[in-house]
């Protein structure tokens, strides 16, 4: 998906590879982006946290966002240690976690600044949610390569990330996207270049861009209109109902 001016689009499908792994697919992708106008960002959740990766990015001018996970080695104080690890050592030394309110939701949060294994320096949010603040089964952690960005902000752009949520969502909801059956990959590939291109429509085709469901109820009344007014067309002209059934139905 890529995201500019709160406007969310399906950018590519990528068909599912198996003689390469899923970090290399993201990088072949990362090397076909244009370079971005303005700072931009990868956003991702933890399978695609890598070395190798975030570099693919920032080669092509995107930080990396992105969840990581808790066994991740981070070297606070030049000691090497396991995030979960560091956070066990926080709550022993009570150190300090402050409460960081995003939406509608507020983090008890502890940032960490320096070097990751593989990474020269980076922030590292480790973070409970203010009702489970040390609960080791609510740890979460949160990586950004751009080390201005304040703790708030990075939150709020991870954040931004769940619209790829929704487009599946939307994709199955709406666009039968979990009811396909195609075995050959151009198949399956041109079905996907279909549902964006409705996806794409839906957000940009009633001449201002707005959201995938104000887009599809949109059209959706476009269409209803016209089947009232083909009837009545029909009707005029005295057409027998049971054809214009077999045409509307």
Request: some cysteine; overall charge positive.
């Amino acid at each position: 998906m890529l995201s500019c001016n709160g406007i969310v689009l399906n950018y590519a499908v990528i068909l599912y590879n198996k003689t390469k792994s899923k970090i290399k697919i993201v990088q072949d992708i990362a090397e076909e982006l244009p370079i971005p106008p303005v700072i931009s960002y990868f956003l991702c959740d933890s399978w695609y946290i890598s070395a190798a990766l975030m570099d693919a990015f920032v080669k092509k001018g995107f930080y990396t966002i992105g969840a990581i996970r808790t066994n991740r080695i981070i070297y606070p104080h030049g000691f090497r240690q396991k995030i979960r690890e560091n956070a066990l050592l926080l709550q022993k030394t009570k150190a300090a976690f402050h409460l960081v309110t995003v939406g509608s939701r507020s983090y008890y949060v502890h940032r960490y600044e320096g070097n990751l294994h593989g990474v020269e320096n980076a922030v590292v949010l480790i973070s409970y949610p203010k009702e489970a603040l040390h609960d080791p089964k609510a740890l979460r952690a949160f990586i950004s390569t751009d080390v201005s960005l304040s703790t708030h902000e990075i939150l709020g752009k991870y954040l931004e990330r769940w619209p790829i949520e929704v487009f599946f969502c939307q994709s199955k909801g709406r666009l039968a996207f979990d009811q396909y059956q195609i075995r050959s990959s151009k198949g399956i590939q041109r079905y996907w270049l279909l549902m964006s291109l409705t996806h794409f429509i839906a957000c940009t085709g009633s001449g201002e861009p707005i959201s995938f469901e104000e887009g599809y109820a949109y059209f959706y009344r476009q269409l209803q209109e016209e089947r009232i007014a083909y009837v009545y067309q029909c009707g005029k002209k005295q057409i027998p109902l049971a054809n214009v059934l077999a045409l509307v139905a």
